[in-house]
């Protein structure tokens, strides 16, 4: 079955410190992945999206995400937080062709402590 | 840049109403979505429309019809709103083909007592 896992439902972290999102993924096909991010009473921001070549790709406000073949997996990182990011963050995968088919992870909420 | 936009934002309704939910983008993509976000459940796809005159279920299609009015616009209807259908529903679009990404419209809040 396809599914995304993001197993932290709820991350707090002090501004300031380094950040680590978790997204674990099963998909039959080659997988295209992404992240997005949603303030809010908004609507979802892609921040970063992967397909192949490079396997730490960089996104929008400071963020990167490096992809693990072997694992399944697709974390998301921040060297340093601001109060800013604090926000819904999904990680999500669909077909290279068919870029808005996605199948989304349950979604992890991130606060920040002053 | 308007981008997605969605109408209404904001709705009610009771049980056994009906209404159209408004999707309508100004990117000139091909392929448009409708998703329905529930607490802890992420998004869920509803329905797509890869093209122009076509249109195919996604994940979670009971209870909902849609229309792809044009090359523009995407409706989601409810024919009959049951309590479950309460949930945050967002519209996207896509450029189509090959490595493009979704563009997601501001949602529209639902809630059907």
């Known amino acids: 079955a396809q599914s995304v896992t993001q197993p932290d439902i709820h991350i707090t972290v002090s501004e300031g410190a380094s950040l680590e999102l978790r997204c674990n993924y099963s998909?039959?096909?080659?997988?295209?992945l992404f992240w997005y991010v949603q303030s809010p009473g908004q609507g979802l921001q892609l921040l970063l999206k992967?397909?192949?070549?490079?396997?730490l790709v960089q996104g929008i406000k400071g963020f990167e995400a490096e992809f693990k073949r072997s694992q399944s997996s697709f974390n998301l990182r921040k060297p340093s937080v601001h109060w800013s990011d604090a926000a819904e963050y999904f990680c999500a995968v669909g077909p290279y062709n068919q870029g808005g088919k996605l199948i989304f992870g349950q979604g992890t909420e991130l606060s920040v402590k002053p | 840049n308007a981008g997605v936009t969605q109408t209404p934002k904001f709705q009610v309704l009771k049980t056994g109403q009906s209404m159209t939910l408004q999707c309508a983008q100004d990117?000139?993509?091909?392929?448009m979505y409708w998703y329905r976000q529930d607490p802890g459940m992420g998004l869920r796809l509803i329905y797509y429309?890869?093209?122009?005159?076509?249109?195919d279920k996604g994940e979670v299609p009971n209870g909902y019809n849609v229309s792809r009015l044009n090359k523009r616009e995407f409706s989601l209807r409810l024919e009959s709103a049951a309590p479950s259908q309460t949930s945050v529903y967002f519209c996207?679009?896509?450029?189509?083909?090959?490595?493009?990404?979704?563009?997601f419209g501001q949602g529209t809040r639902l809630t059907v007592v």
């Open positions: 996207a679009s896509t450029e189509g083909g090959l490595n493009t990404e979704a563009f």
């Open positions: 990117m000139n993509h091909n392929s």
């Open positions: 429309s890869a093209s122009e005159g076509t249109t």
């Open positions: 992967y397909f192949s070549g490079d396997t």
């Open positions: 998909y039959g096909a080659t997988p295209y």
